[in-house]
């Protein structure tokens, strides 16, 4: 898919930055060169040769100032898009958070993004979770540079689902992933298609989404990333935690609910925080979808573990709540061991494993609501079937000295392949996950939802009954000394696609790799 494209320039006004946000950044991660590779631009679509689209959005990445906490805006850089062609309901903007608007689509429809990079450094826009062509991916050798617009196209093939959209920007001096995103670009993306909609799930505003993201503040509000020195290299190794809860961009606040059931939606949005998820009551969570849409049925959890860049579809009945009561969606205290580092450093104000709420849900309403929860849900996408002839391809995930850690001893290289990354079109196979490092790893495969078959090793600690491996899912959290398999079907696209951790810092420092879907 290697064809040459002249890059076409836009004047566009070159963004400036602002200036707390920025300087509370060390030296060592301001700016970056761009790998070079094929550009989309004005005149060329990548990803989909079609004329008609039923869906047209311009999707700009830009400066901007928002409140965050009470006092000054905080500097942002954020997503904006406006609706050029398609449903009135496509966009919702997020008007009072750095959250870019949740784009809404339905299976089977073709749309066409035009993104436009209105900041100081390159930029891409990757679609988590979704199946789209490699060209469309929003992968690093696919730059959208500062003052261009790249034209993306793609058919959404998903089934129902809640997926996002964030930067993936990795240039020679290191990946910009986590800044840009921690930045404020990420945004939330619903597939709806007719097998969920037949299940009459509460919809509207019996429908939540949440958005969870740990940011720290200096004190006239600048969102702080890395502060310099010993701190900073910490935060690398271990991830970057901040030192307060932010829920869809702000602090945690109340909902005012009625004796209903609700469907609530929660992406963990955070650079490299893990959450447990419970309710204030001890109910069980009901679970209904994790990562690639519904489950085949609702599941009962004394708590669910929700690691970065995953998402999971959560039911709870209020009808039997009392008005005037609350209830809290909390993320409930766990043991980081040496998982998190800065639990054993004290530095920070919540440490990895941390207690906090991130929604109360004050019942204020009284309502005579009889919907029930379905039985069945998820049904019509069969499991990926493995046996025992099934090919496993094992990567090992292991520590390199100062520099973070590698997949099978190899670091982040560009779009260059080792022979044992190159896979078939068409082919299923297991993909092994051994984790030798003391710390837990959220993998993330671009490009396809896979099955996890199974689990061993790991220390059994103080999240292992909440892990979710039922359903489809994108990323998977590989806990320390464990081994998980993955089976996954290579369908549809040949190309370069990516594998990574999912810890954004992780990931900036090389731990990422591209791998090959031969045609
Ligand atoms: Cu959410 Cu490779 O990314
Ligand atoms: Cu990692």
């Given at each position: 898919?290697?064809?040459?494209k002249?890059?076409?320039?836009?004047?566009?006004?070159?963004?400036?930055?602002?200036?707390?946000f920025?300087l509370?950044?060390?030296?060592?991660?301001?700016?970056?060169?761009?790998?070079?590779?094929?550009?989309?631009?004005?005149?060329?679509?990548?990803?989909?040769?079609?004329e008609?689209?039923?869906?047209?959005l311009?999707?700009?990445?830009?400066?901007?100032?928002v409140?965050?906490l009470?006092?000054?805006?905080?500097?942002?850089?954020?997503?904006?898009?406006?609706?050029?062609?398609?449903p009135e309901?496509?966009?919702?903007e997020?008007t009072?958070?750095?959250?870019?608007p949740?784009?809404r689509l339905?299976?089977?429809?073709?749309?066409?993004?035009?993104?436009?990079?209105?900041?100081?450094?390159d930029?891409?826009?990757?679609?988590?979770?979704?199946h789209?062509?490699?060209?469309?991916?929003?992968?690093?050798?696919l730059?959208?540079?500062?003052?261009?617009?790249?034209?993306?196209?793609?058919?959404?093939?998903?089934?129902?689902g809640?997926?996002?959209?964030?930067?993936?920007?990795?240039?020679?001096?290191?990946?910009?992933?986590?800044?840009?995103?921690?930045?404020?670009?990420?945004?939330?993306l619903?597939?709806?298609?007719?097998?969920?909609?037949?299940?009459?799930?509460p919809?509207?505003?019996?429908?939540?989404?949440?958005?969870l993201?740990?940011?720290?503040?200096?004190?006239?509000?600048e969102?702080?990333?890395?502060?310099?020195?010993?701190?900073?290299?910490?935060?690398?190794m271990?991830?970057?935690?901040?030192?307060?809860?932010?829920?869809?961009?702000?602090?945690?606040?109340?909902?005012k609910v009625?004796?209903?059931?609700?469907?609530?939606?929660?992406?963990?949005?955070?650079?490299a925080?893990i959450?447990?998820?419970?309710?204030?009551?001890?109910?069980?969570?009901?679970?209904?979808?994790?990562?690639?849409?519904?489950?085949?049925?609702?599941?009962?959890?004394?708590?669910?573990?929700?690691?970065?860049?995953?998402?999971?579809?959560?039911?709870?009945?209020?009808?039997?709540?009392?008005?005037?009561?609350?209830?809290?969606?909390?993320?409930?205290?766990?043991?980081a061991?040496?998982?998190?580092?800065m639990?054993?450093?004290?530095s920070?104000?919540?440490?990895?494993?941390?207690?906090?709420?991130?929604?109360?849900?004050?019942?204020?309403?009284?309502?005579?609501?009889?919907e029930?929860?379905?039985?069945?849900?998820?049904?019509q996408?069969?499991r990926?079937l493995?046996?025992?002839?099934?090919?496993?391809?094992?990567?090992?995930?292991?520590?390199?000295?100062?520099?973070g850690?590698?997949?099978?001893?190899?670091r982040?290289e560009?779009?260059?392949?080792?022979?044992?990354?190159?896979?078939?079109?068409?082919?299923?196979?297991?993909?092994?996950?051994?984790?030798n490092?003391?710390?837990?790893?959220?993998?993330?495969?671009?490009?396809l939802?896979?099955?996890?078959?199974?689990?061993?090793?790991?220390?059994?600690?103080?999240?292992?009954?909440?892990?979710?491996?039922?359903?489809?899912h994108?990323?998977?959290?590989?806990?320390?000394?464990?081994?998980?398999?993955l089976?996954?079907?290579?369908?549809?696209?040949?190309?370069?696609?990516?594998?990574?951790?999912?810890?954004?810092?992780?990931?900036?420092?090389?731990?990422?790799?591209y791998?090959?879907?031969?045609?």
């Amino acid at each position: 898919m290697n064809r040459d494209k002249r890059v076409h320039r836009r004047t566009v006004l070159q963004a400036v930055a602002g200036t707390g946000f920025f300087l509370a950044l060390s030296p060592g991660f301001l700016l970056t060169g761009c790998d070079g590779g094929v550009r989309a631009t004005e005149s060329v679509t990548l990803g989909l040769d079609s004329e008609e689209y039923d869906v047209e959005l311009a999707l700009r990445a830009t400066p901007d100032s928002v409140p965050i906490l009470p006092g000054t805006p905080s500097e942002v850089w954020r997503y904006k898009a406006e609706l050029l062609k398609g449903p009135e309901n496509t966009l919702t903007e997020n008007t009072n958070s750095y959250l870019g608007p949740t784009i809404r689509l339905r299976r089977g429809q073709r749309v066409k993004i035009h993104i436009r990079n209105e900041l100081t450094e390159d930029t891409t826009v990757h679609w988590h979770g979704l199946h789209v062509p490699s060209d469309v991916d929003g992968q690093p050798r696919l730059p959208i540079q500062p003052g261009e617009t790249m034209m993306v196209g793609f058919e959404v093939w998903d089934r129902a689902g809640l997926f996002w959209y964030h930067s993936h920007a990795h240039g020679e001096q290191g990946g910009r992933v986590g800044f840009q995103s921690y930045a404020g670009l990420a945004g939330l993306l619903i597939v709806e298609d007719d097998e969920e909609a037949g299940l009459g799930l509460p919809s509207g505003d019996n429908e939540l989404l949440l958005v969870l993201q740990d940011r720290t503040f200096a004190g006239a509000n600048e969102l702080v990333y890395l502060d310099g020195g010993m701190g900073a290299m910490m935060d690398r190794m271990h991830g970057f935690l901040g030192d307060r809860m932010l829920v869809n961009g702000v602090p945690p606040a109340t909902r005012k609910v009625a004796t209903r059931p609700y469907r609530i939606r929660v992406l963990n949005g955070s650079n490299a925080r893990i959450y447990k998820l419970a309710w204030s009551d001890g109910r069980p969570v009901t679970l209904i979808g994790a990562d690639g849409g519904l489950l085949r049925e609702p599941e009962d959890r004394s708590y669910a573990v929700l690691a970065p860049a995953q998402r999971l579809d959560i039911w709870v009945d209020l009808s039997q709540s009392q008005p005037g009561s609350t209830l809290e969606l909390i993320s409930d205290s766990f043991q980081a061991g040496m998982m998190g580092g800065m639990g054993m450093m004290g530095s920070n104000a919540l440490p990895l494993g941390s207690r906090s709420t991130l929604v109360g849900l004050d019942v204020a309403e009284s309502l005579e609501v009889n919907e029930q929860l379905p039985a069945q849900l998820g049904q019509q996408r069969q499991r990926i079937l493995v046996g025992s002839n099934t090919r496993i391809r094992t990567f090992e995930l292991r520590p390199v000295m100062m520099r973070g850690f590698a997949i099978n001893g190899r670091r982040f290289e560009g779009p260059h392949v080792a022979d044992d990354e190159k896979v078939r079109l068409g082919d299923t196979e297991i993909w092994e996950f051994r984790n030798n490092t003391p710390m837990p790893h959220p993998m993330h495969i671009h490009g396809l939802q896979f099955n996890i078959v199974g689990r061993r090793g790991g220390n059994s600690d103080s999240l292992q009954q909440g892990l979710v491996d039922s359903g489809w899912h994108d990323t998977v959290l590989v806990m320390p000394r464990e081994t998980v398999q993955l089976a996954m079907k290579f369908e549809r696209f040949a190309g370069l696609f990516i594998y990574h951790c999912h810890n954004m810092e992780h990931e900036d420092a090389g731990m990422m790799r591209y791998f090959q879907v031969q045609g």
